[in-house]
């Protein structure tokens, strides 16, 4: 399934809904953040996530230098936010 312009993340039926979904163990926030990384974008977790103990609702990542490529599959989407220097 498409994540993003030349990103691919491998897909599963869902036994319930019988719809694809994405095969990761960590799901979309796992697969968006592996892309960074093959992408060799610099990536830290965003501010917000390290200050809290609670589990982000979505994921939000701090990246270094600029990075212009949307990440997302059907309603969930990798928000990213610019690293200040």
């Known amino acids: 399934m498409r994540i993003g312009k030349g990103l691919y993340a491998k897909a599963r039926q869902n036994h ?5 979904m994405i ?4 799901g979309f926030d796992q697969v968006a953040k592996e892309a960074l990384s093959r992408l060799g974008v610099q990536w ?10 609670h589990i982000p609702a ?5 990246v270094k ?4 490529r949307r990440i997302s ?3 969930y989407f ?3 936010e610019q690293a200040s220097v």
């Open 16 to 20: 319930i809904m019988g719809k694809p």
């Open 65 to 68: 230098g600029s990075f212009n």
């Open 78 to 80: 990798l928000d990213i």
């Open 73 to 75: 599959y059907g309603k």
């Open 23 to 26: 095969a990761a163990p960590g």
């Open 58 to 62: 979505r994921a939000v990542v701090s």
């Open 44 to 53: 830290e977790p965003s501010s917000t996530e390290k200050a809290s103990t």
